[in-house]
């Protein structure tokens, strides 16, 4: 397995932006898709974007589509999960999740690595 820890939550304004960094660690951390999930009190685990080990292949979730962005930079082993325009329901503790060789699936139990999540709560 990978070690993952996600960065750059906080408060923001509706309208505004945050980036969100997985940073991951451990063996081969090259070869493994990563996904972020997020999850907002009472609410159950929903998939928001997904980019592929090899080719990069990105995957959104239909609520964030056109706002959100995911990126990575392979030499440093980190993704990035760019937010733009947010709303008051992407408040929510946001989770970057791996899996070996993966296909970027949008399915939380096709993922065996799991961050400690970071908080993101937007206000107006």
């Known amino acids: 397995q990978v070690r993952l820890v996600e960065s750059g939550g906080g408060p923001v304004q509706a309208g505004g932006s945050l980036r969100l960094s997985c940073a991951a660690s451990?063996?081969?951390?090259?070869?493994?898709?990563i996904a972020w999930f997020r999850q907002a009190p009472g609410k159950k685990r929903e998939f928001v974007a997904t980019?592929?080990?090899?080719?990069?292949?990105?995957r959104f979730a239909d609520s964030v589509k056109g706002r959100f962005s995911i990126s990575r930079d392979n030499a440093n082993n980190v993704v990035y999960l760019q937010m733009n325009s947010l709303q008051l329901e992407d408040t929510a503790v946001y989770y970057c999740?791996?899996?070996?060789?993966?296909?970027?699936?949008?399915?939380?139990?096709?993922?065996?690595?799991w961050g400690q999540g970071t908080q993101v709560t937007v206000s107006t």
């Open positions: 980019i592929a080990w090899a080719s990069g292949r990105t």
């Open positions: 999740a791996g899996e070996q060789h993966g296909a970027g699936s949008p399915v939380s139990t096709s993922y065996d690595s």
């Open positions: 451990g063996q081969n951390p090259e070869y493994y898709t």
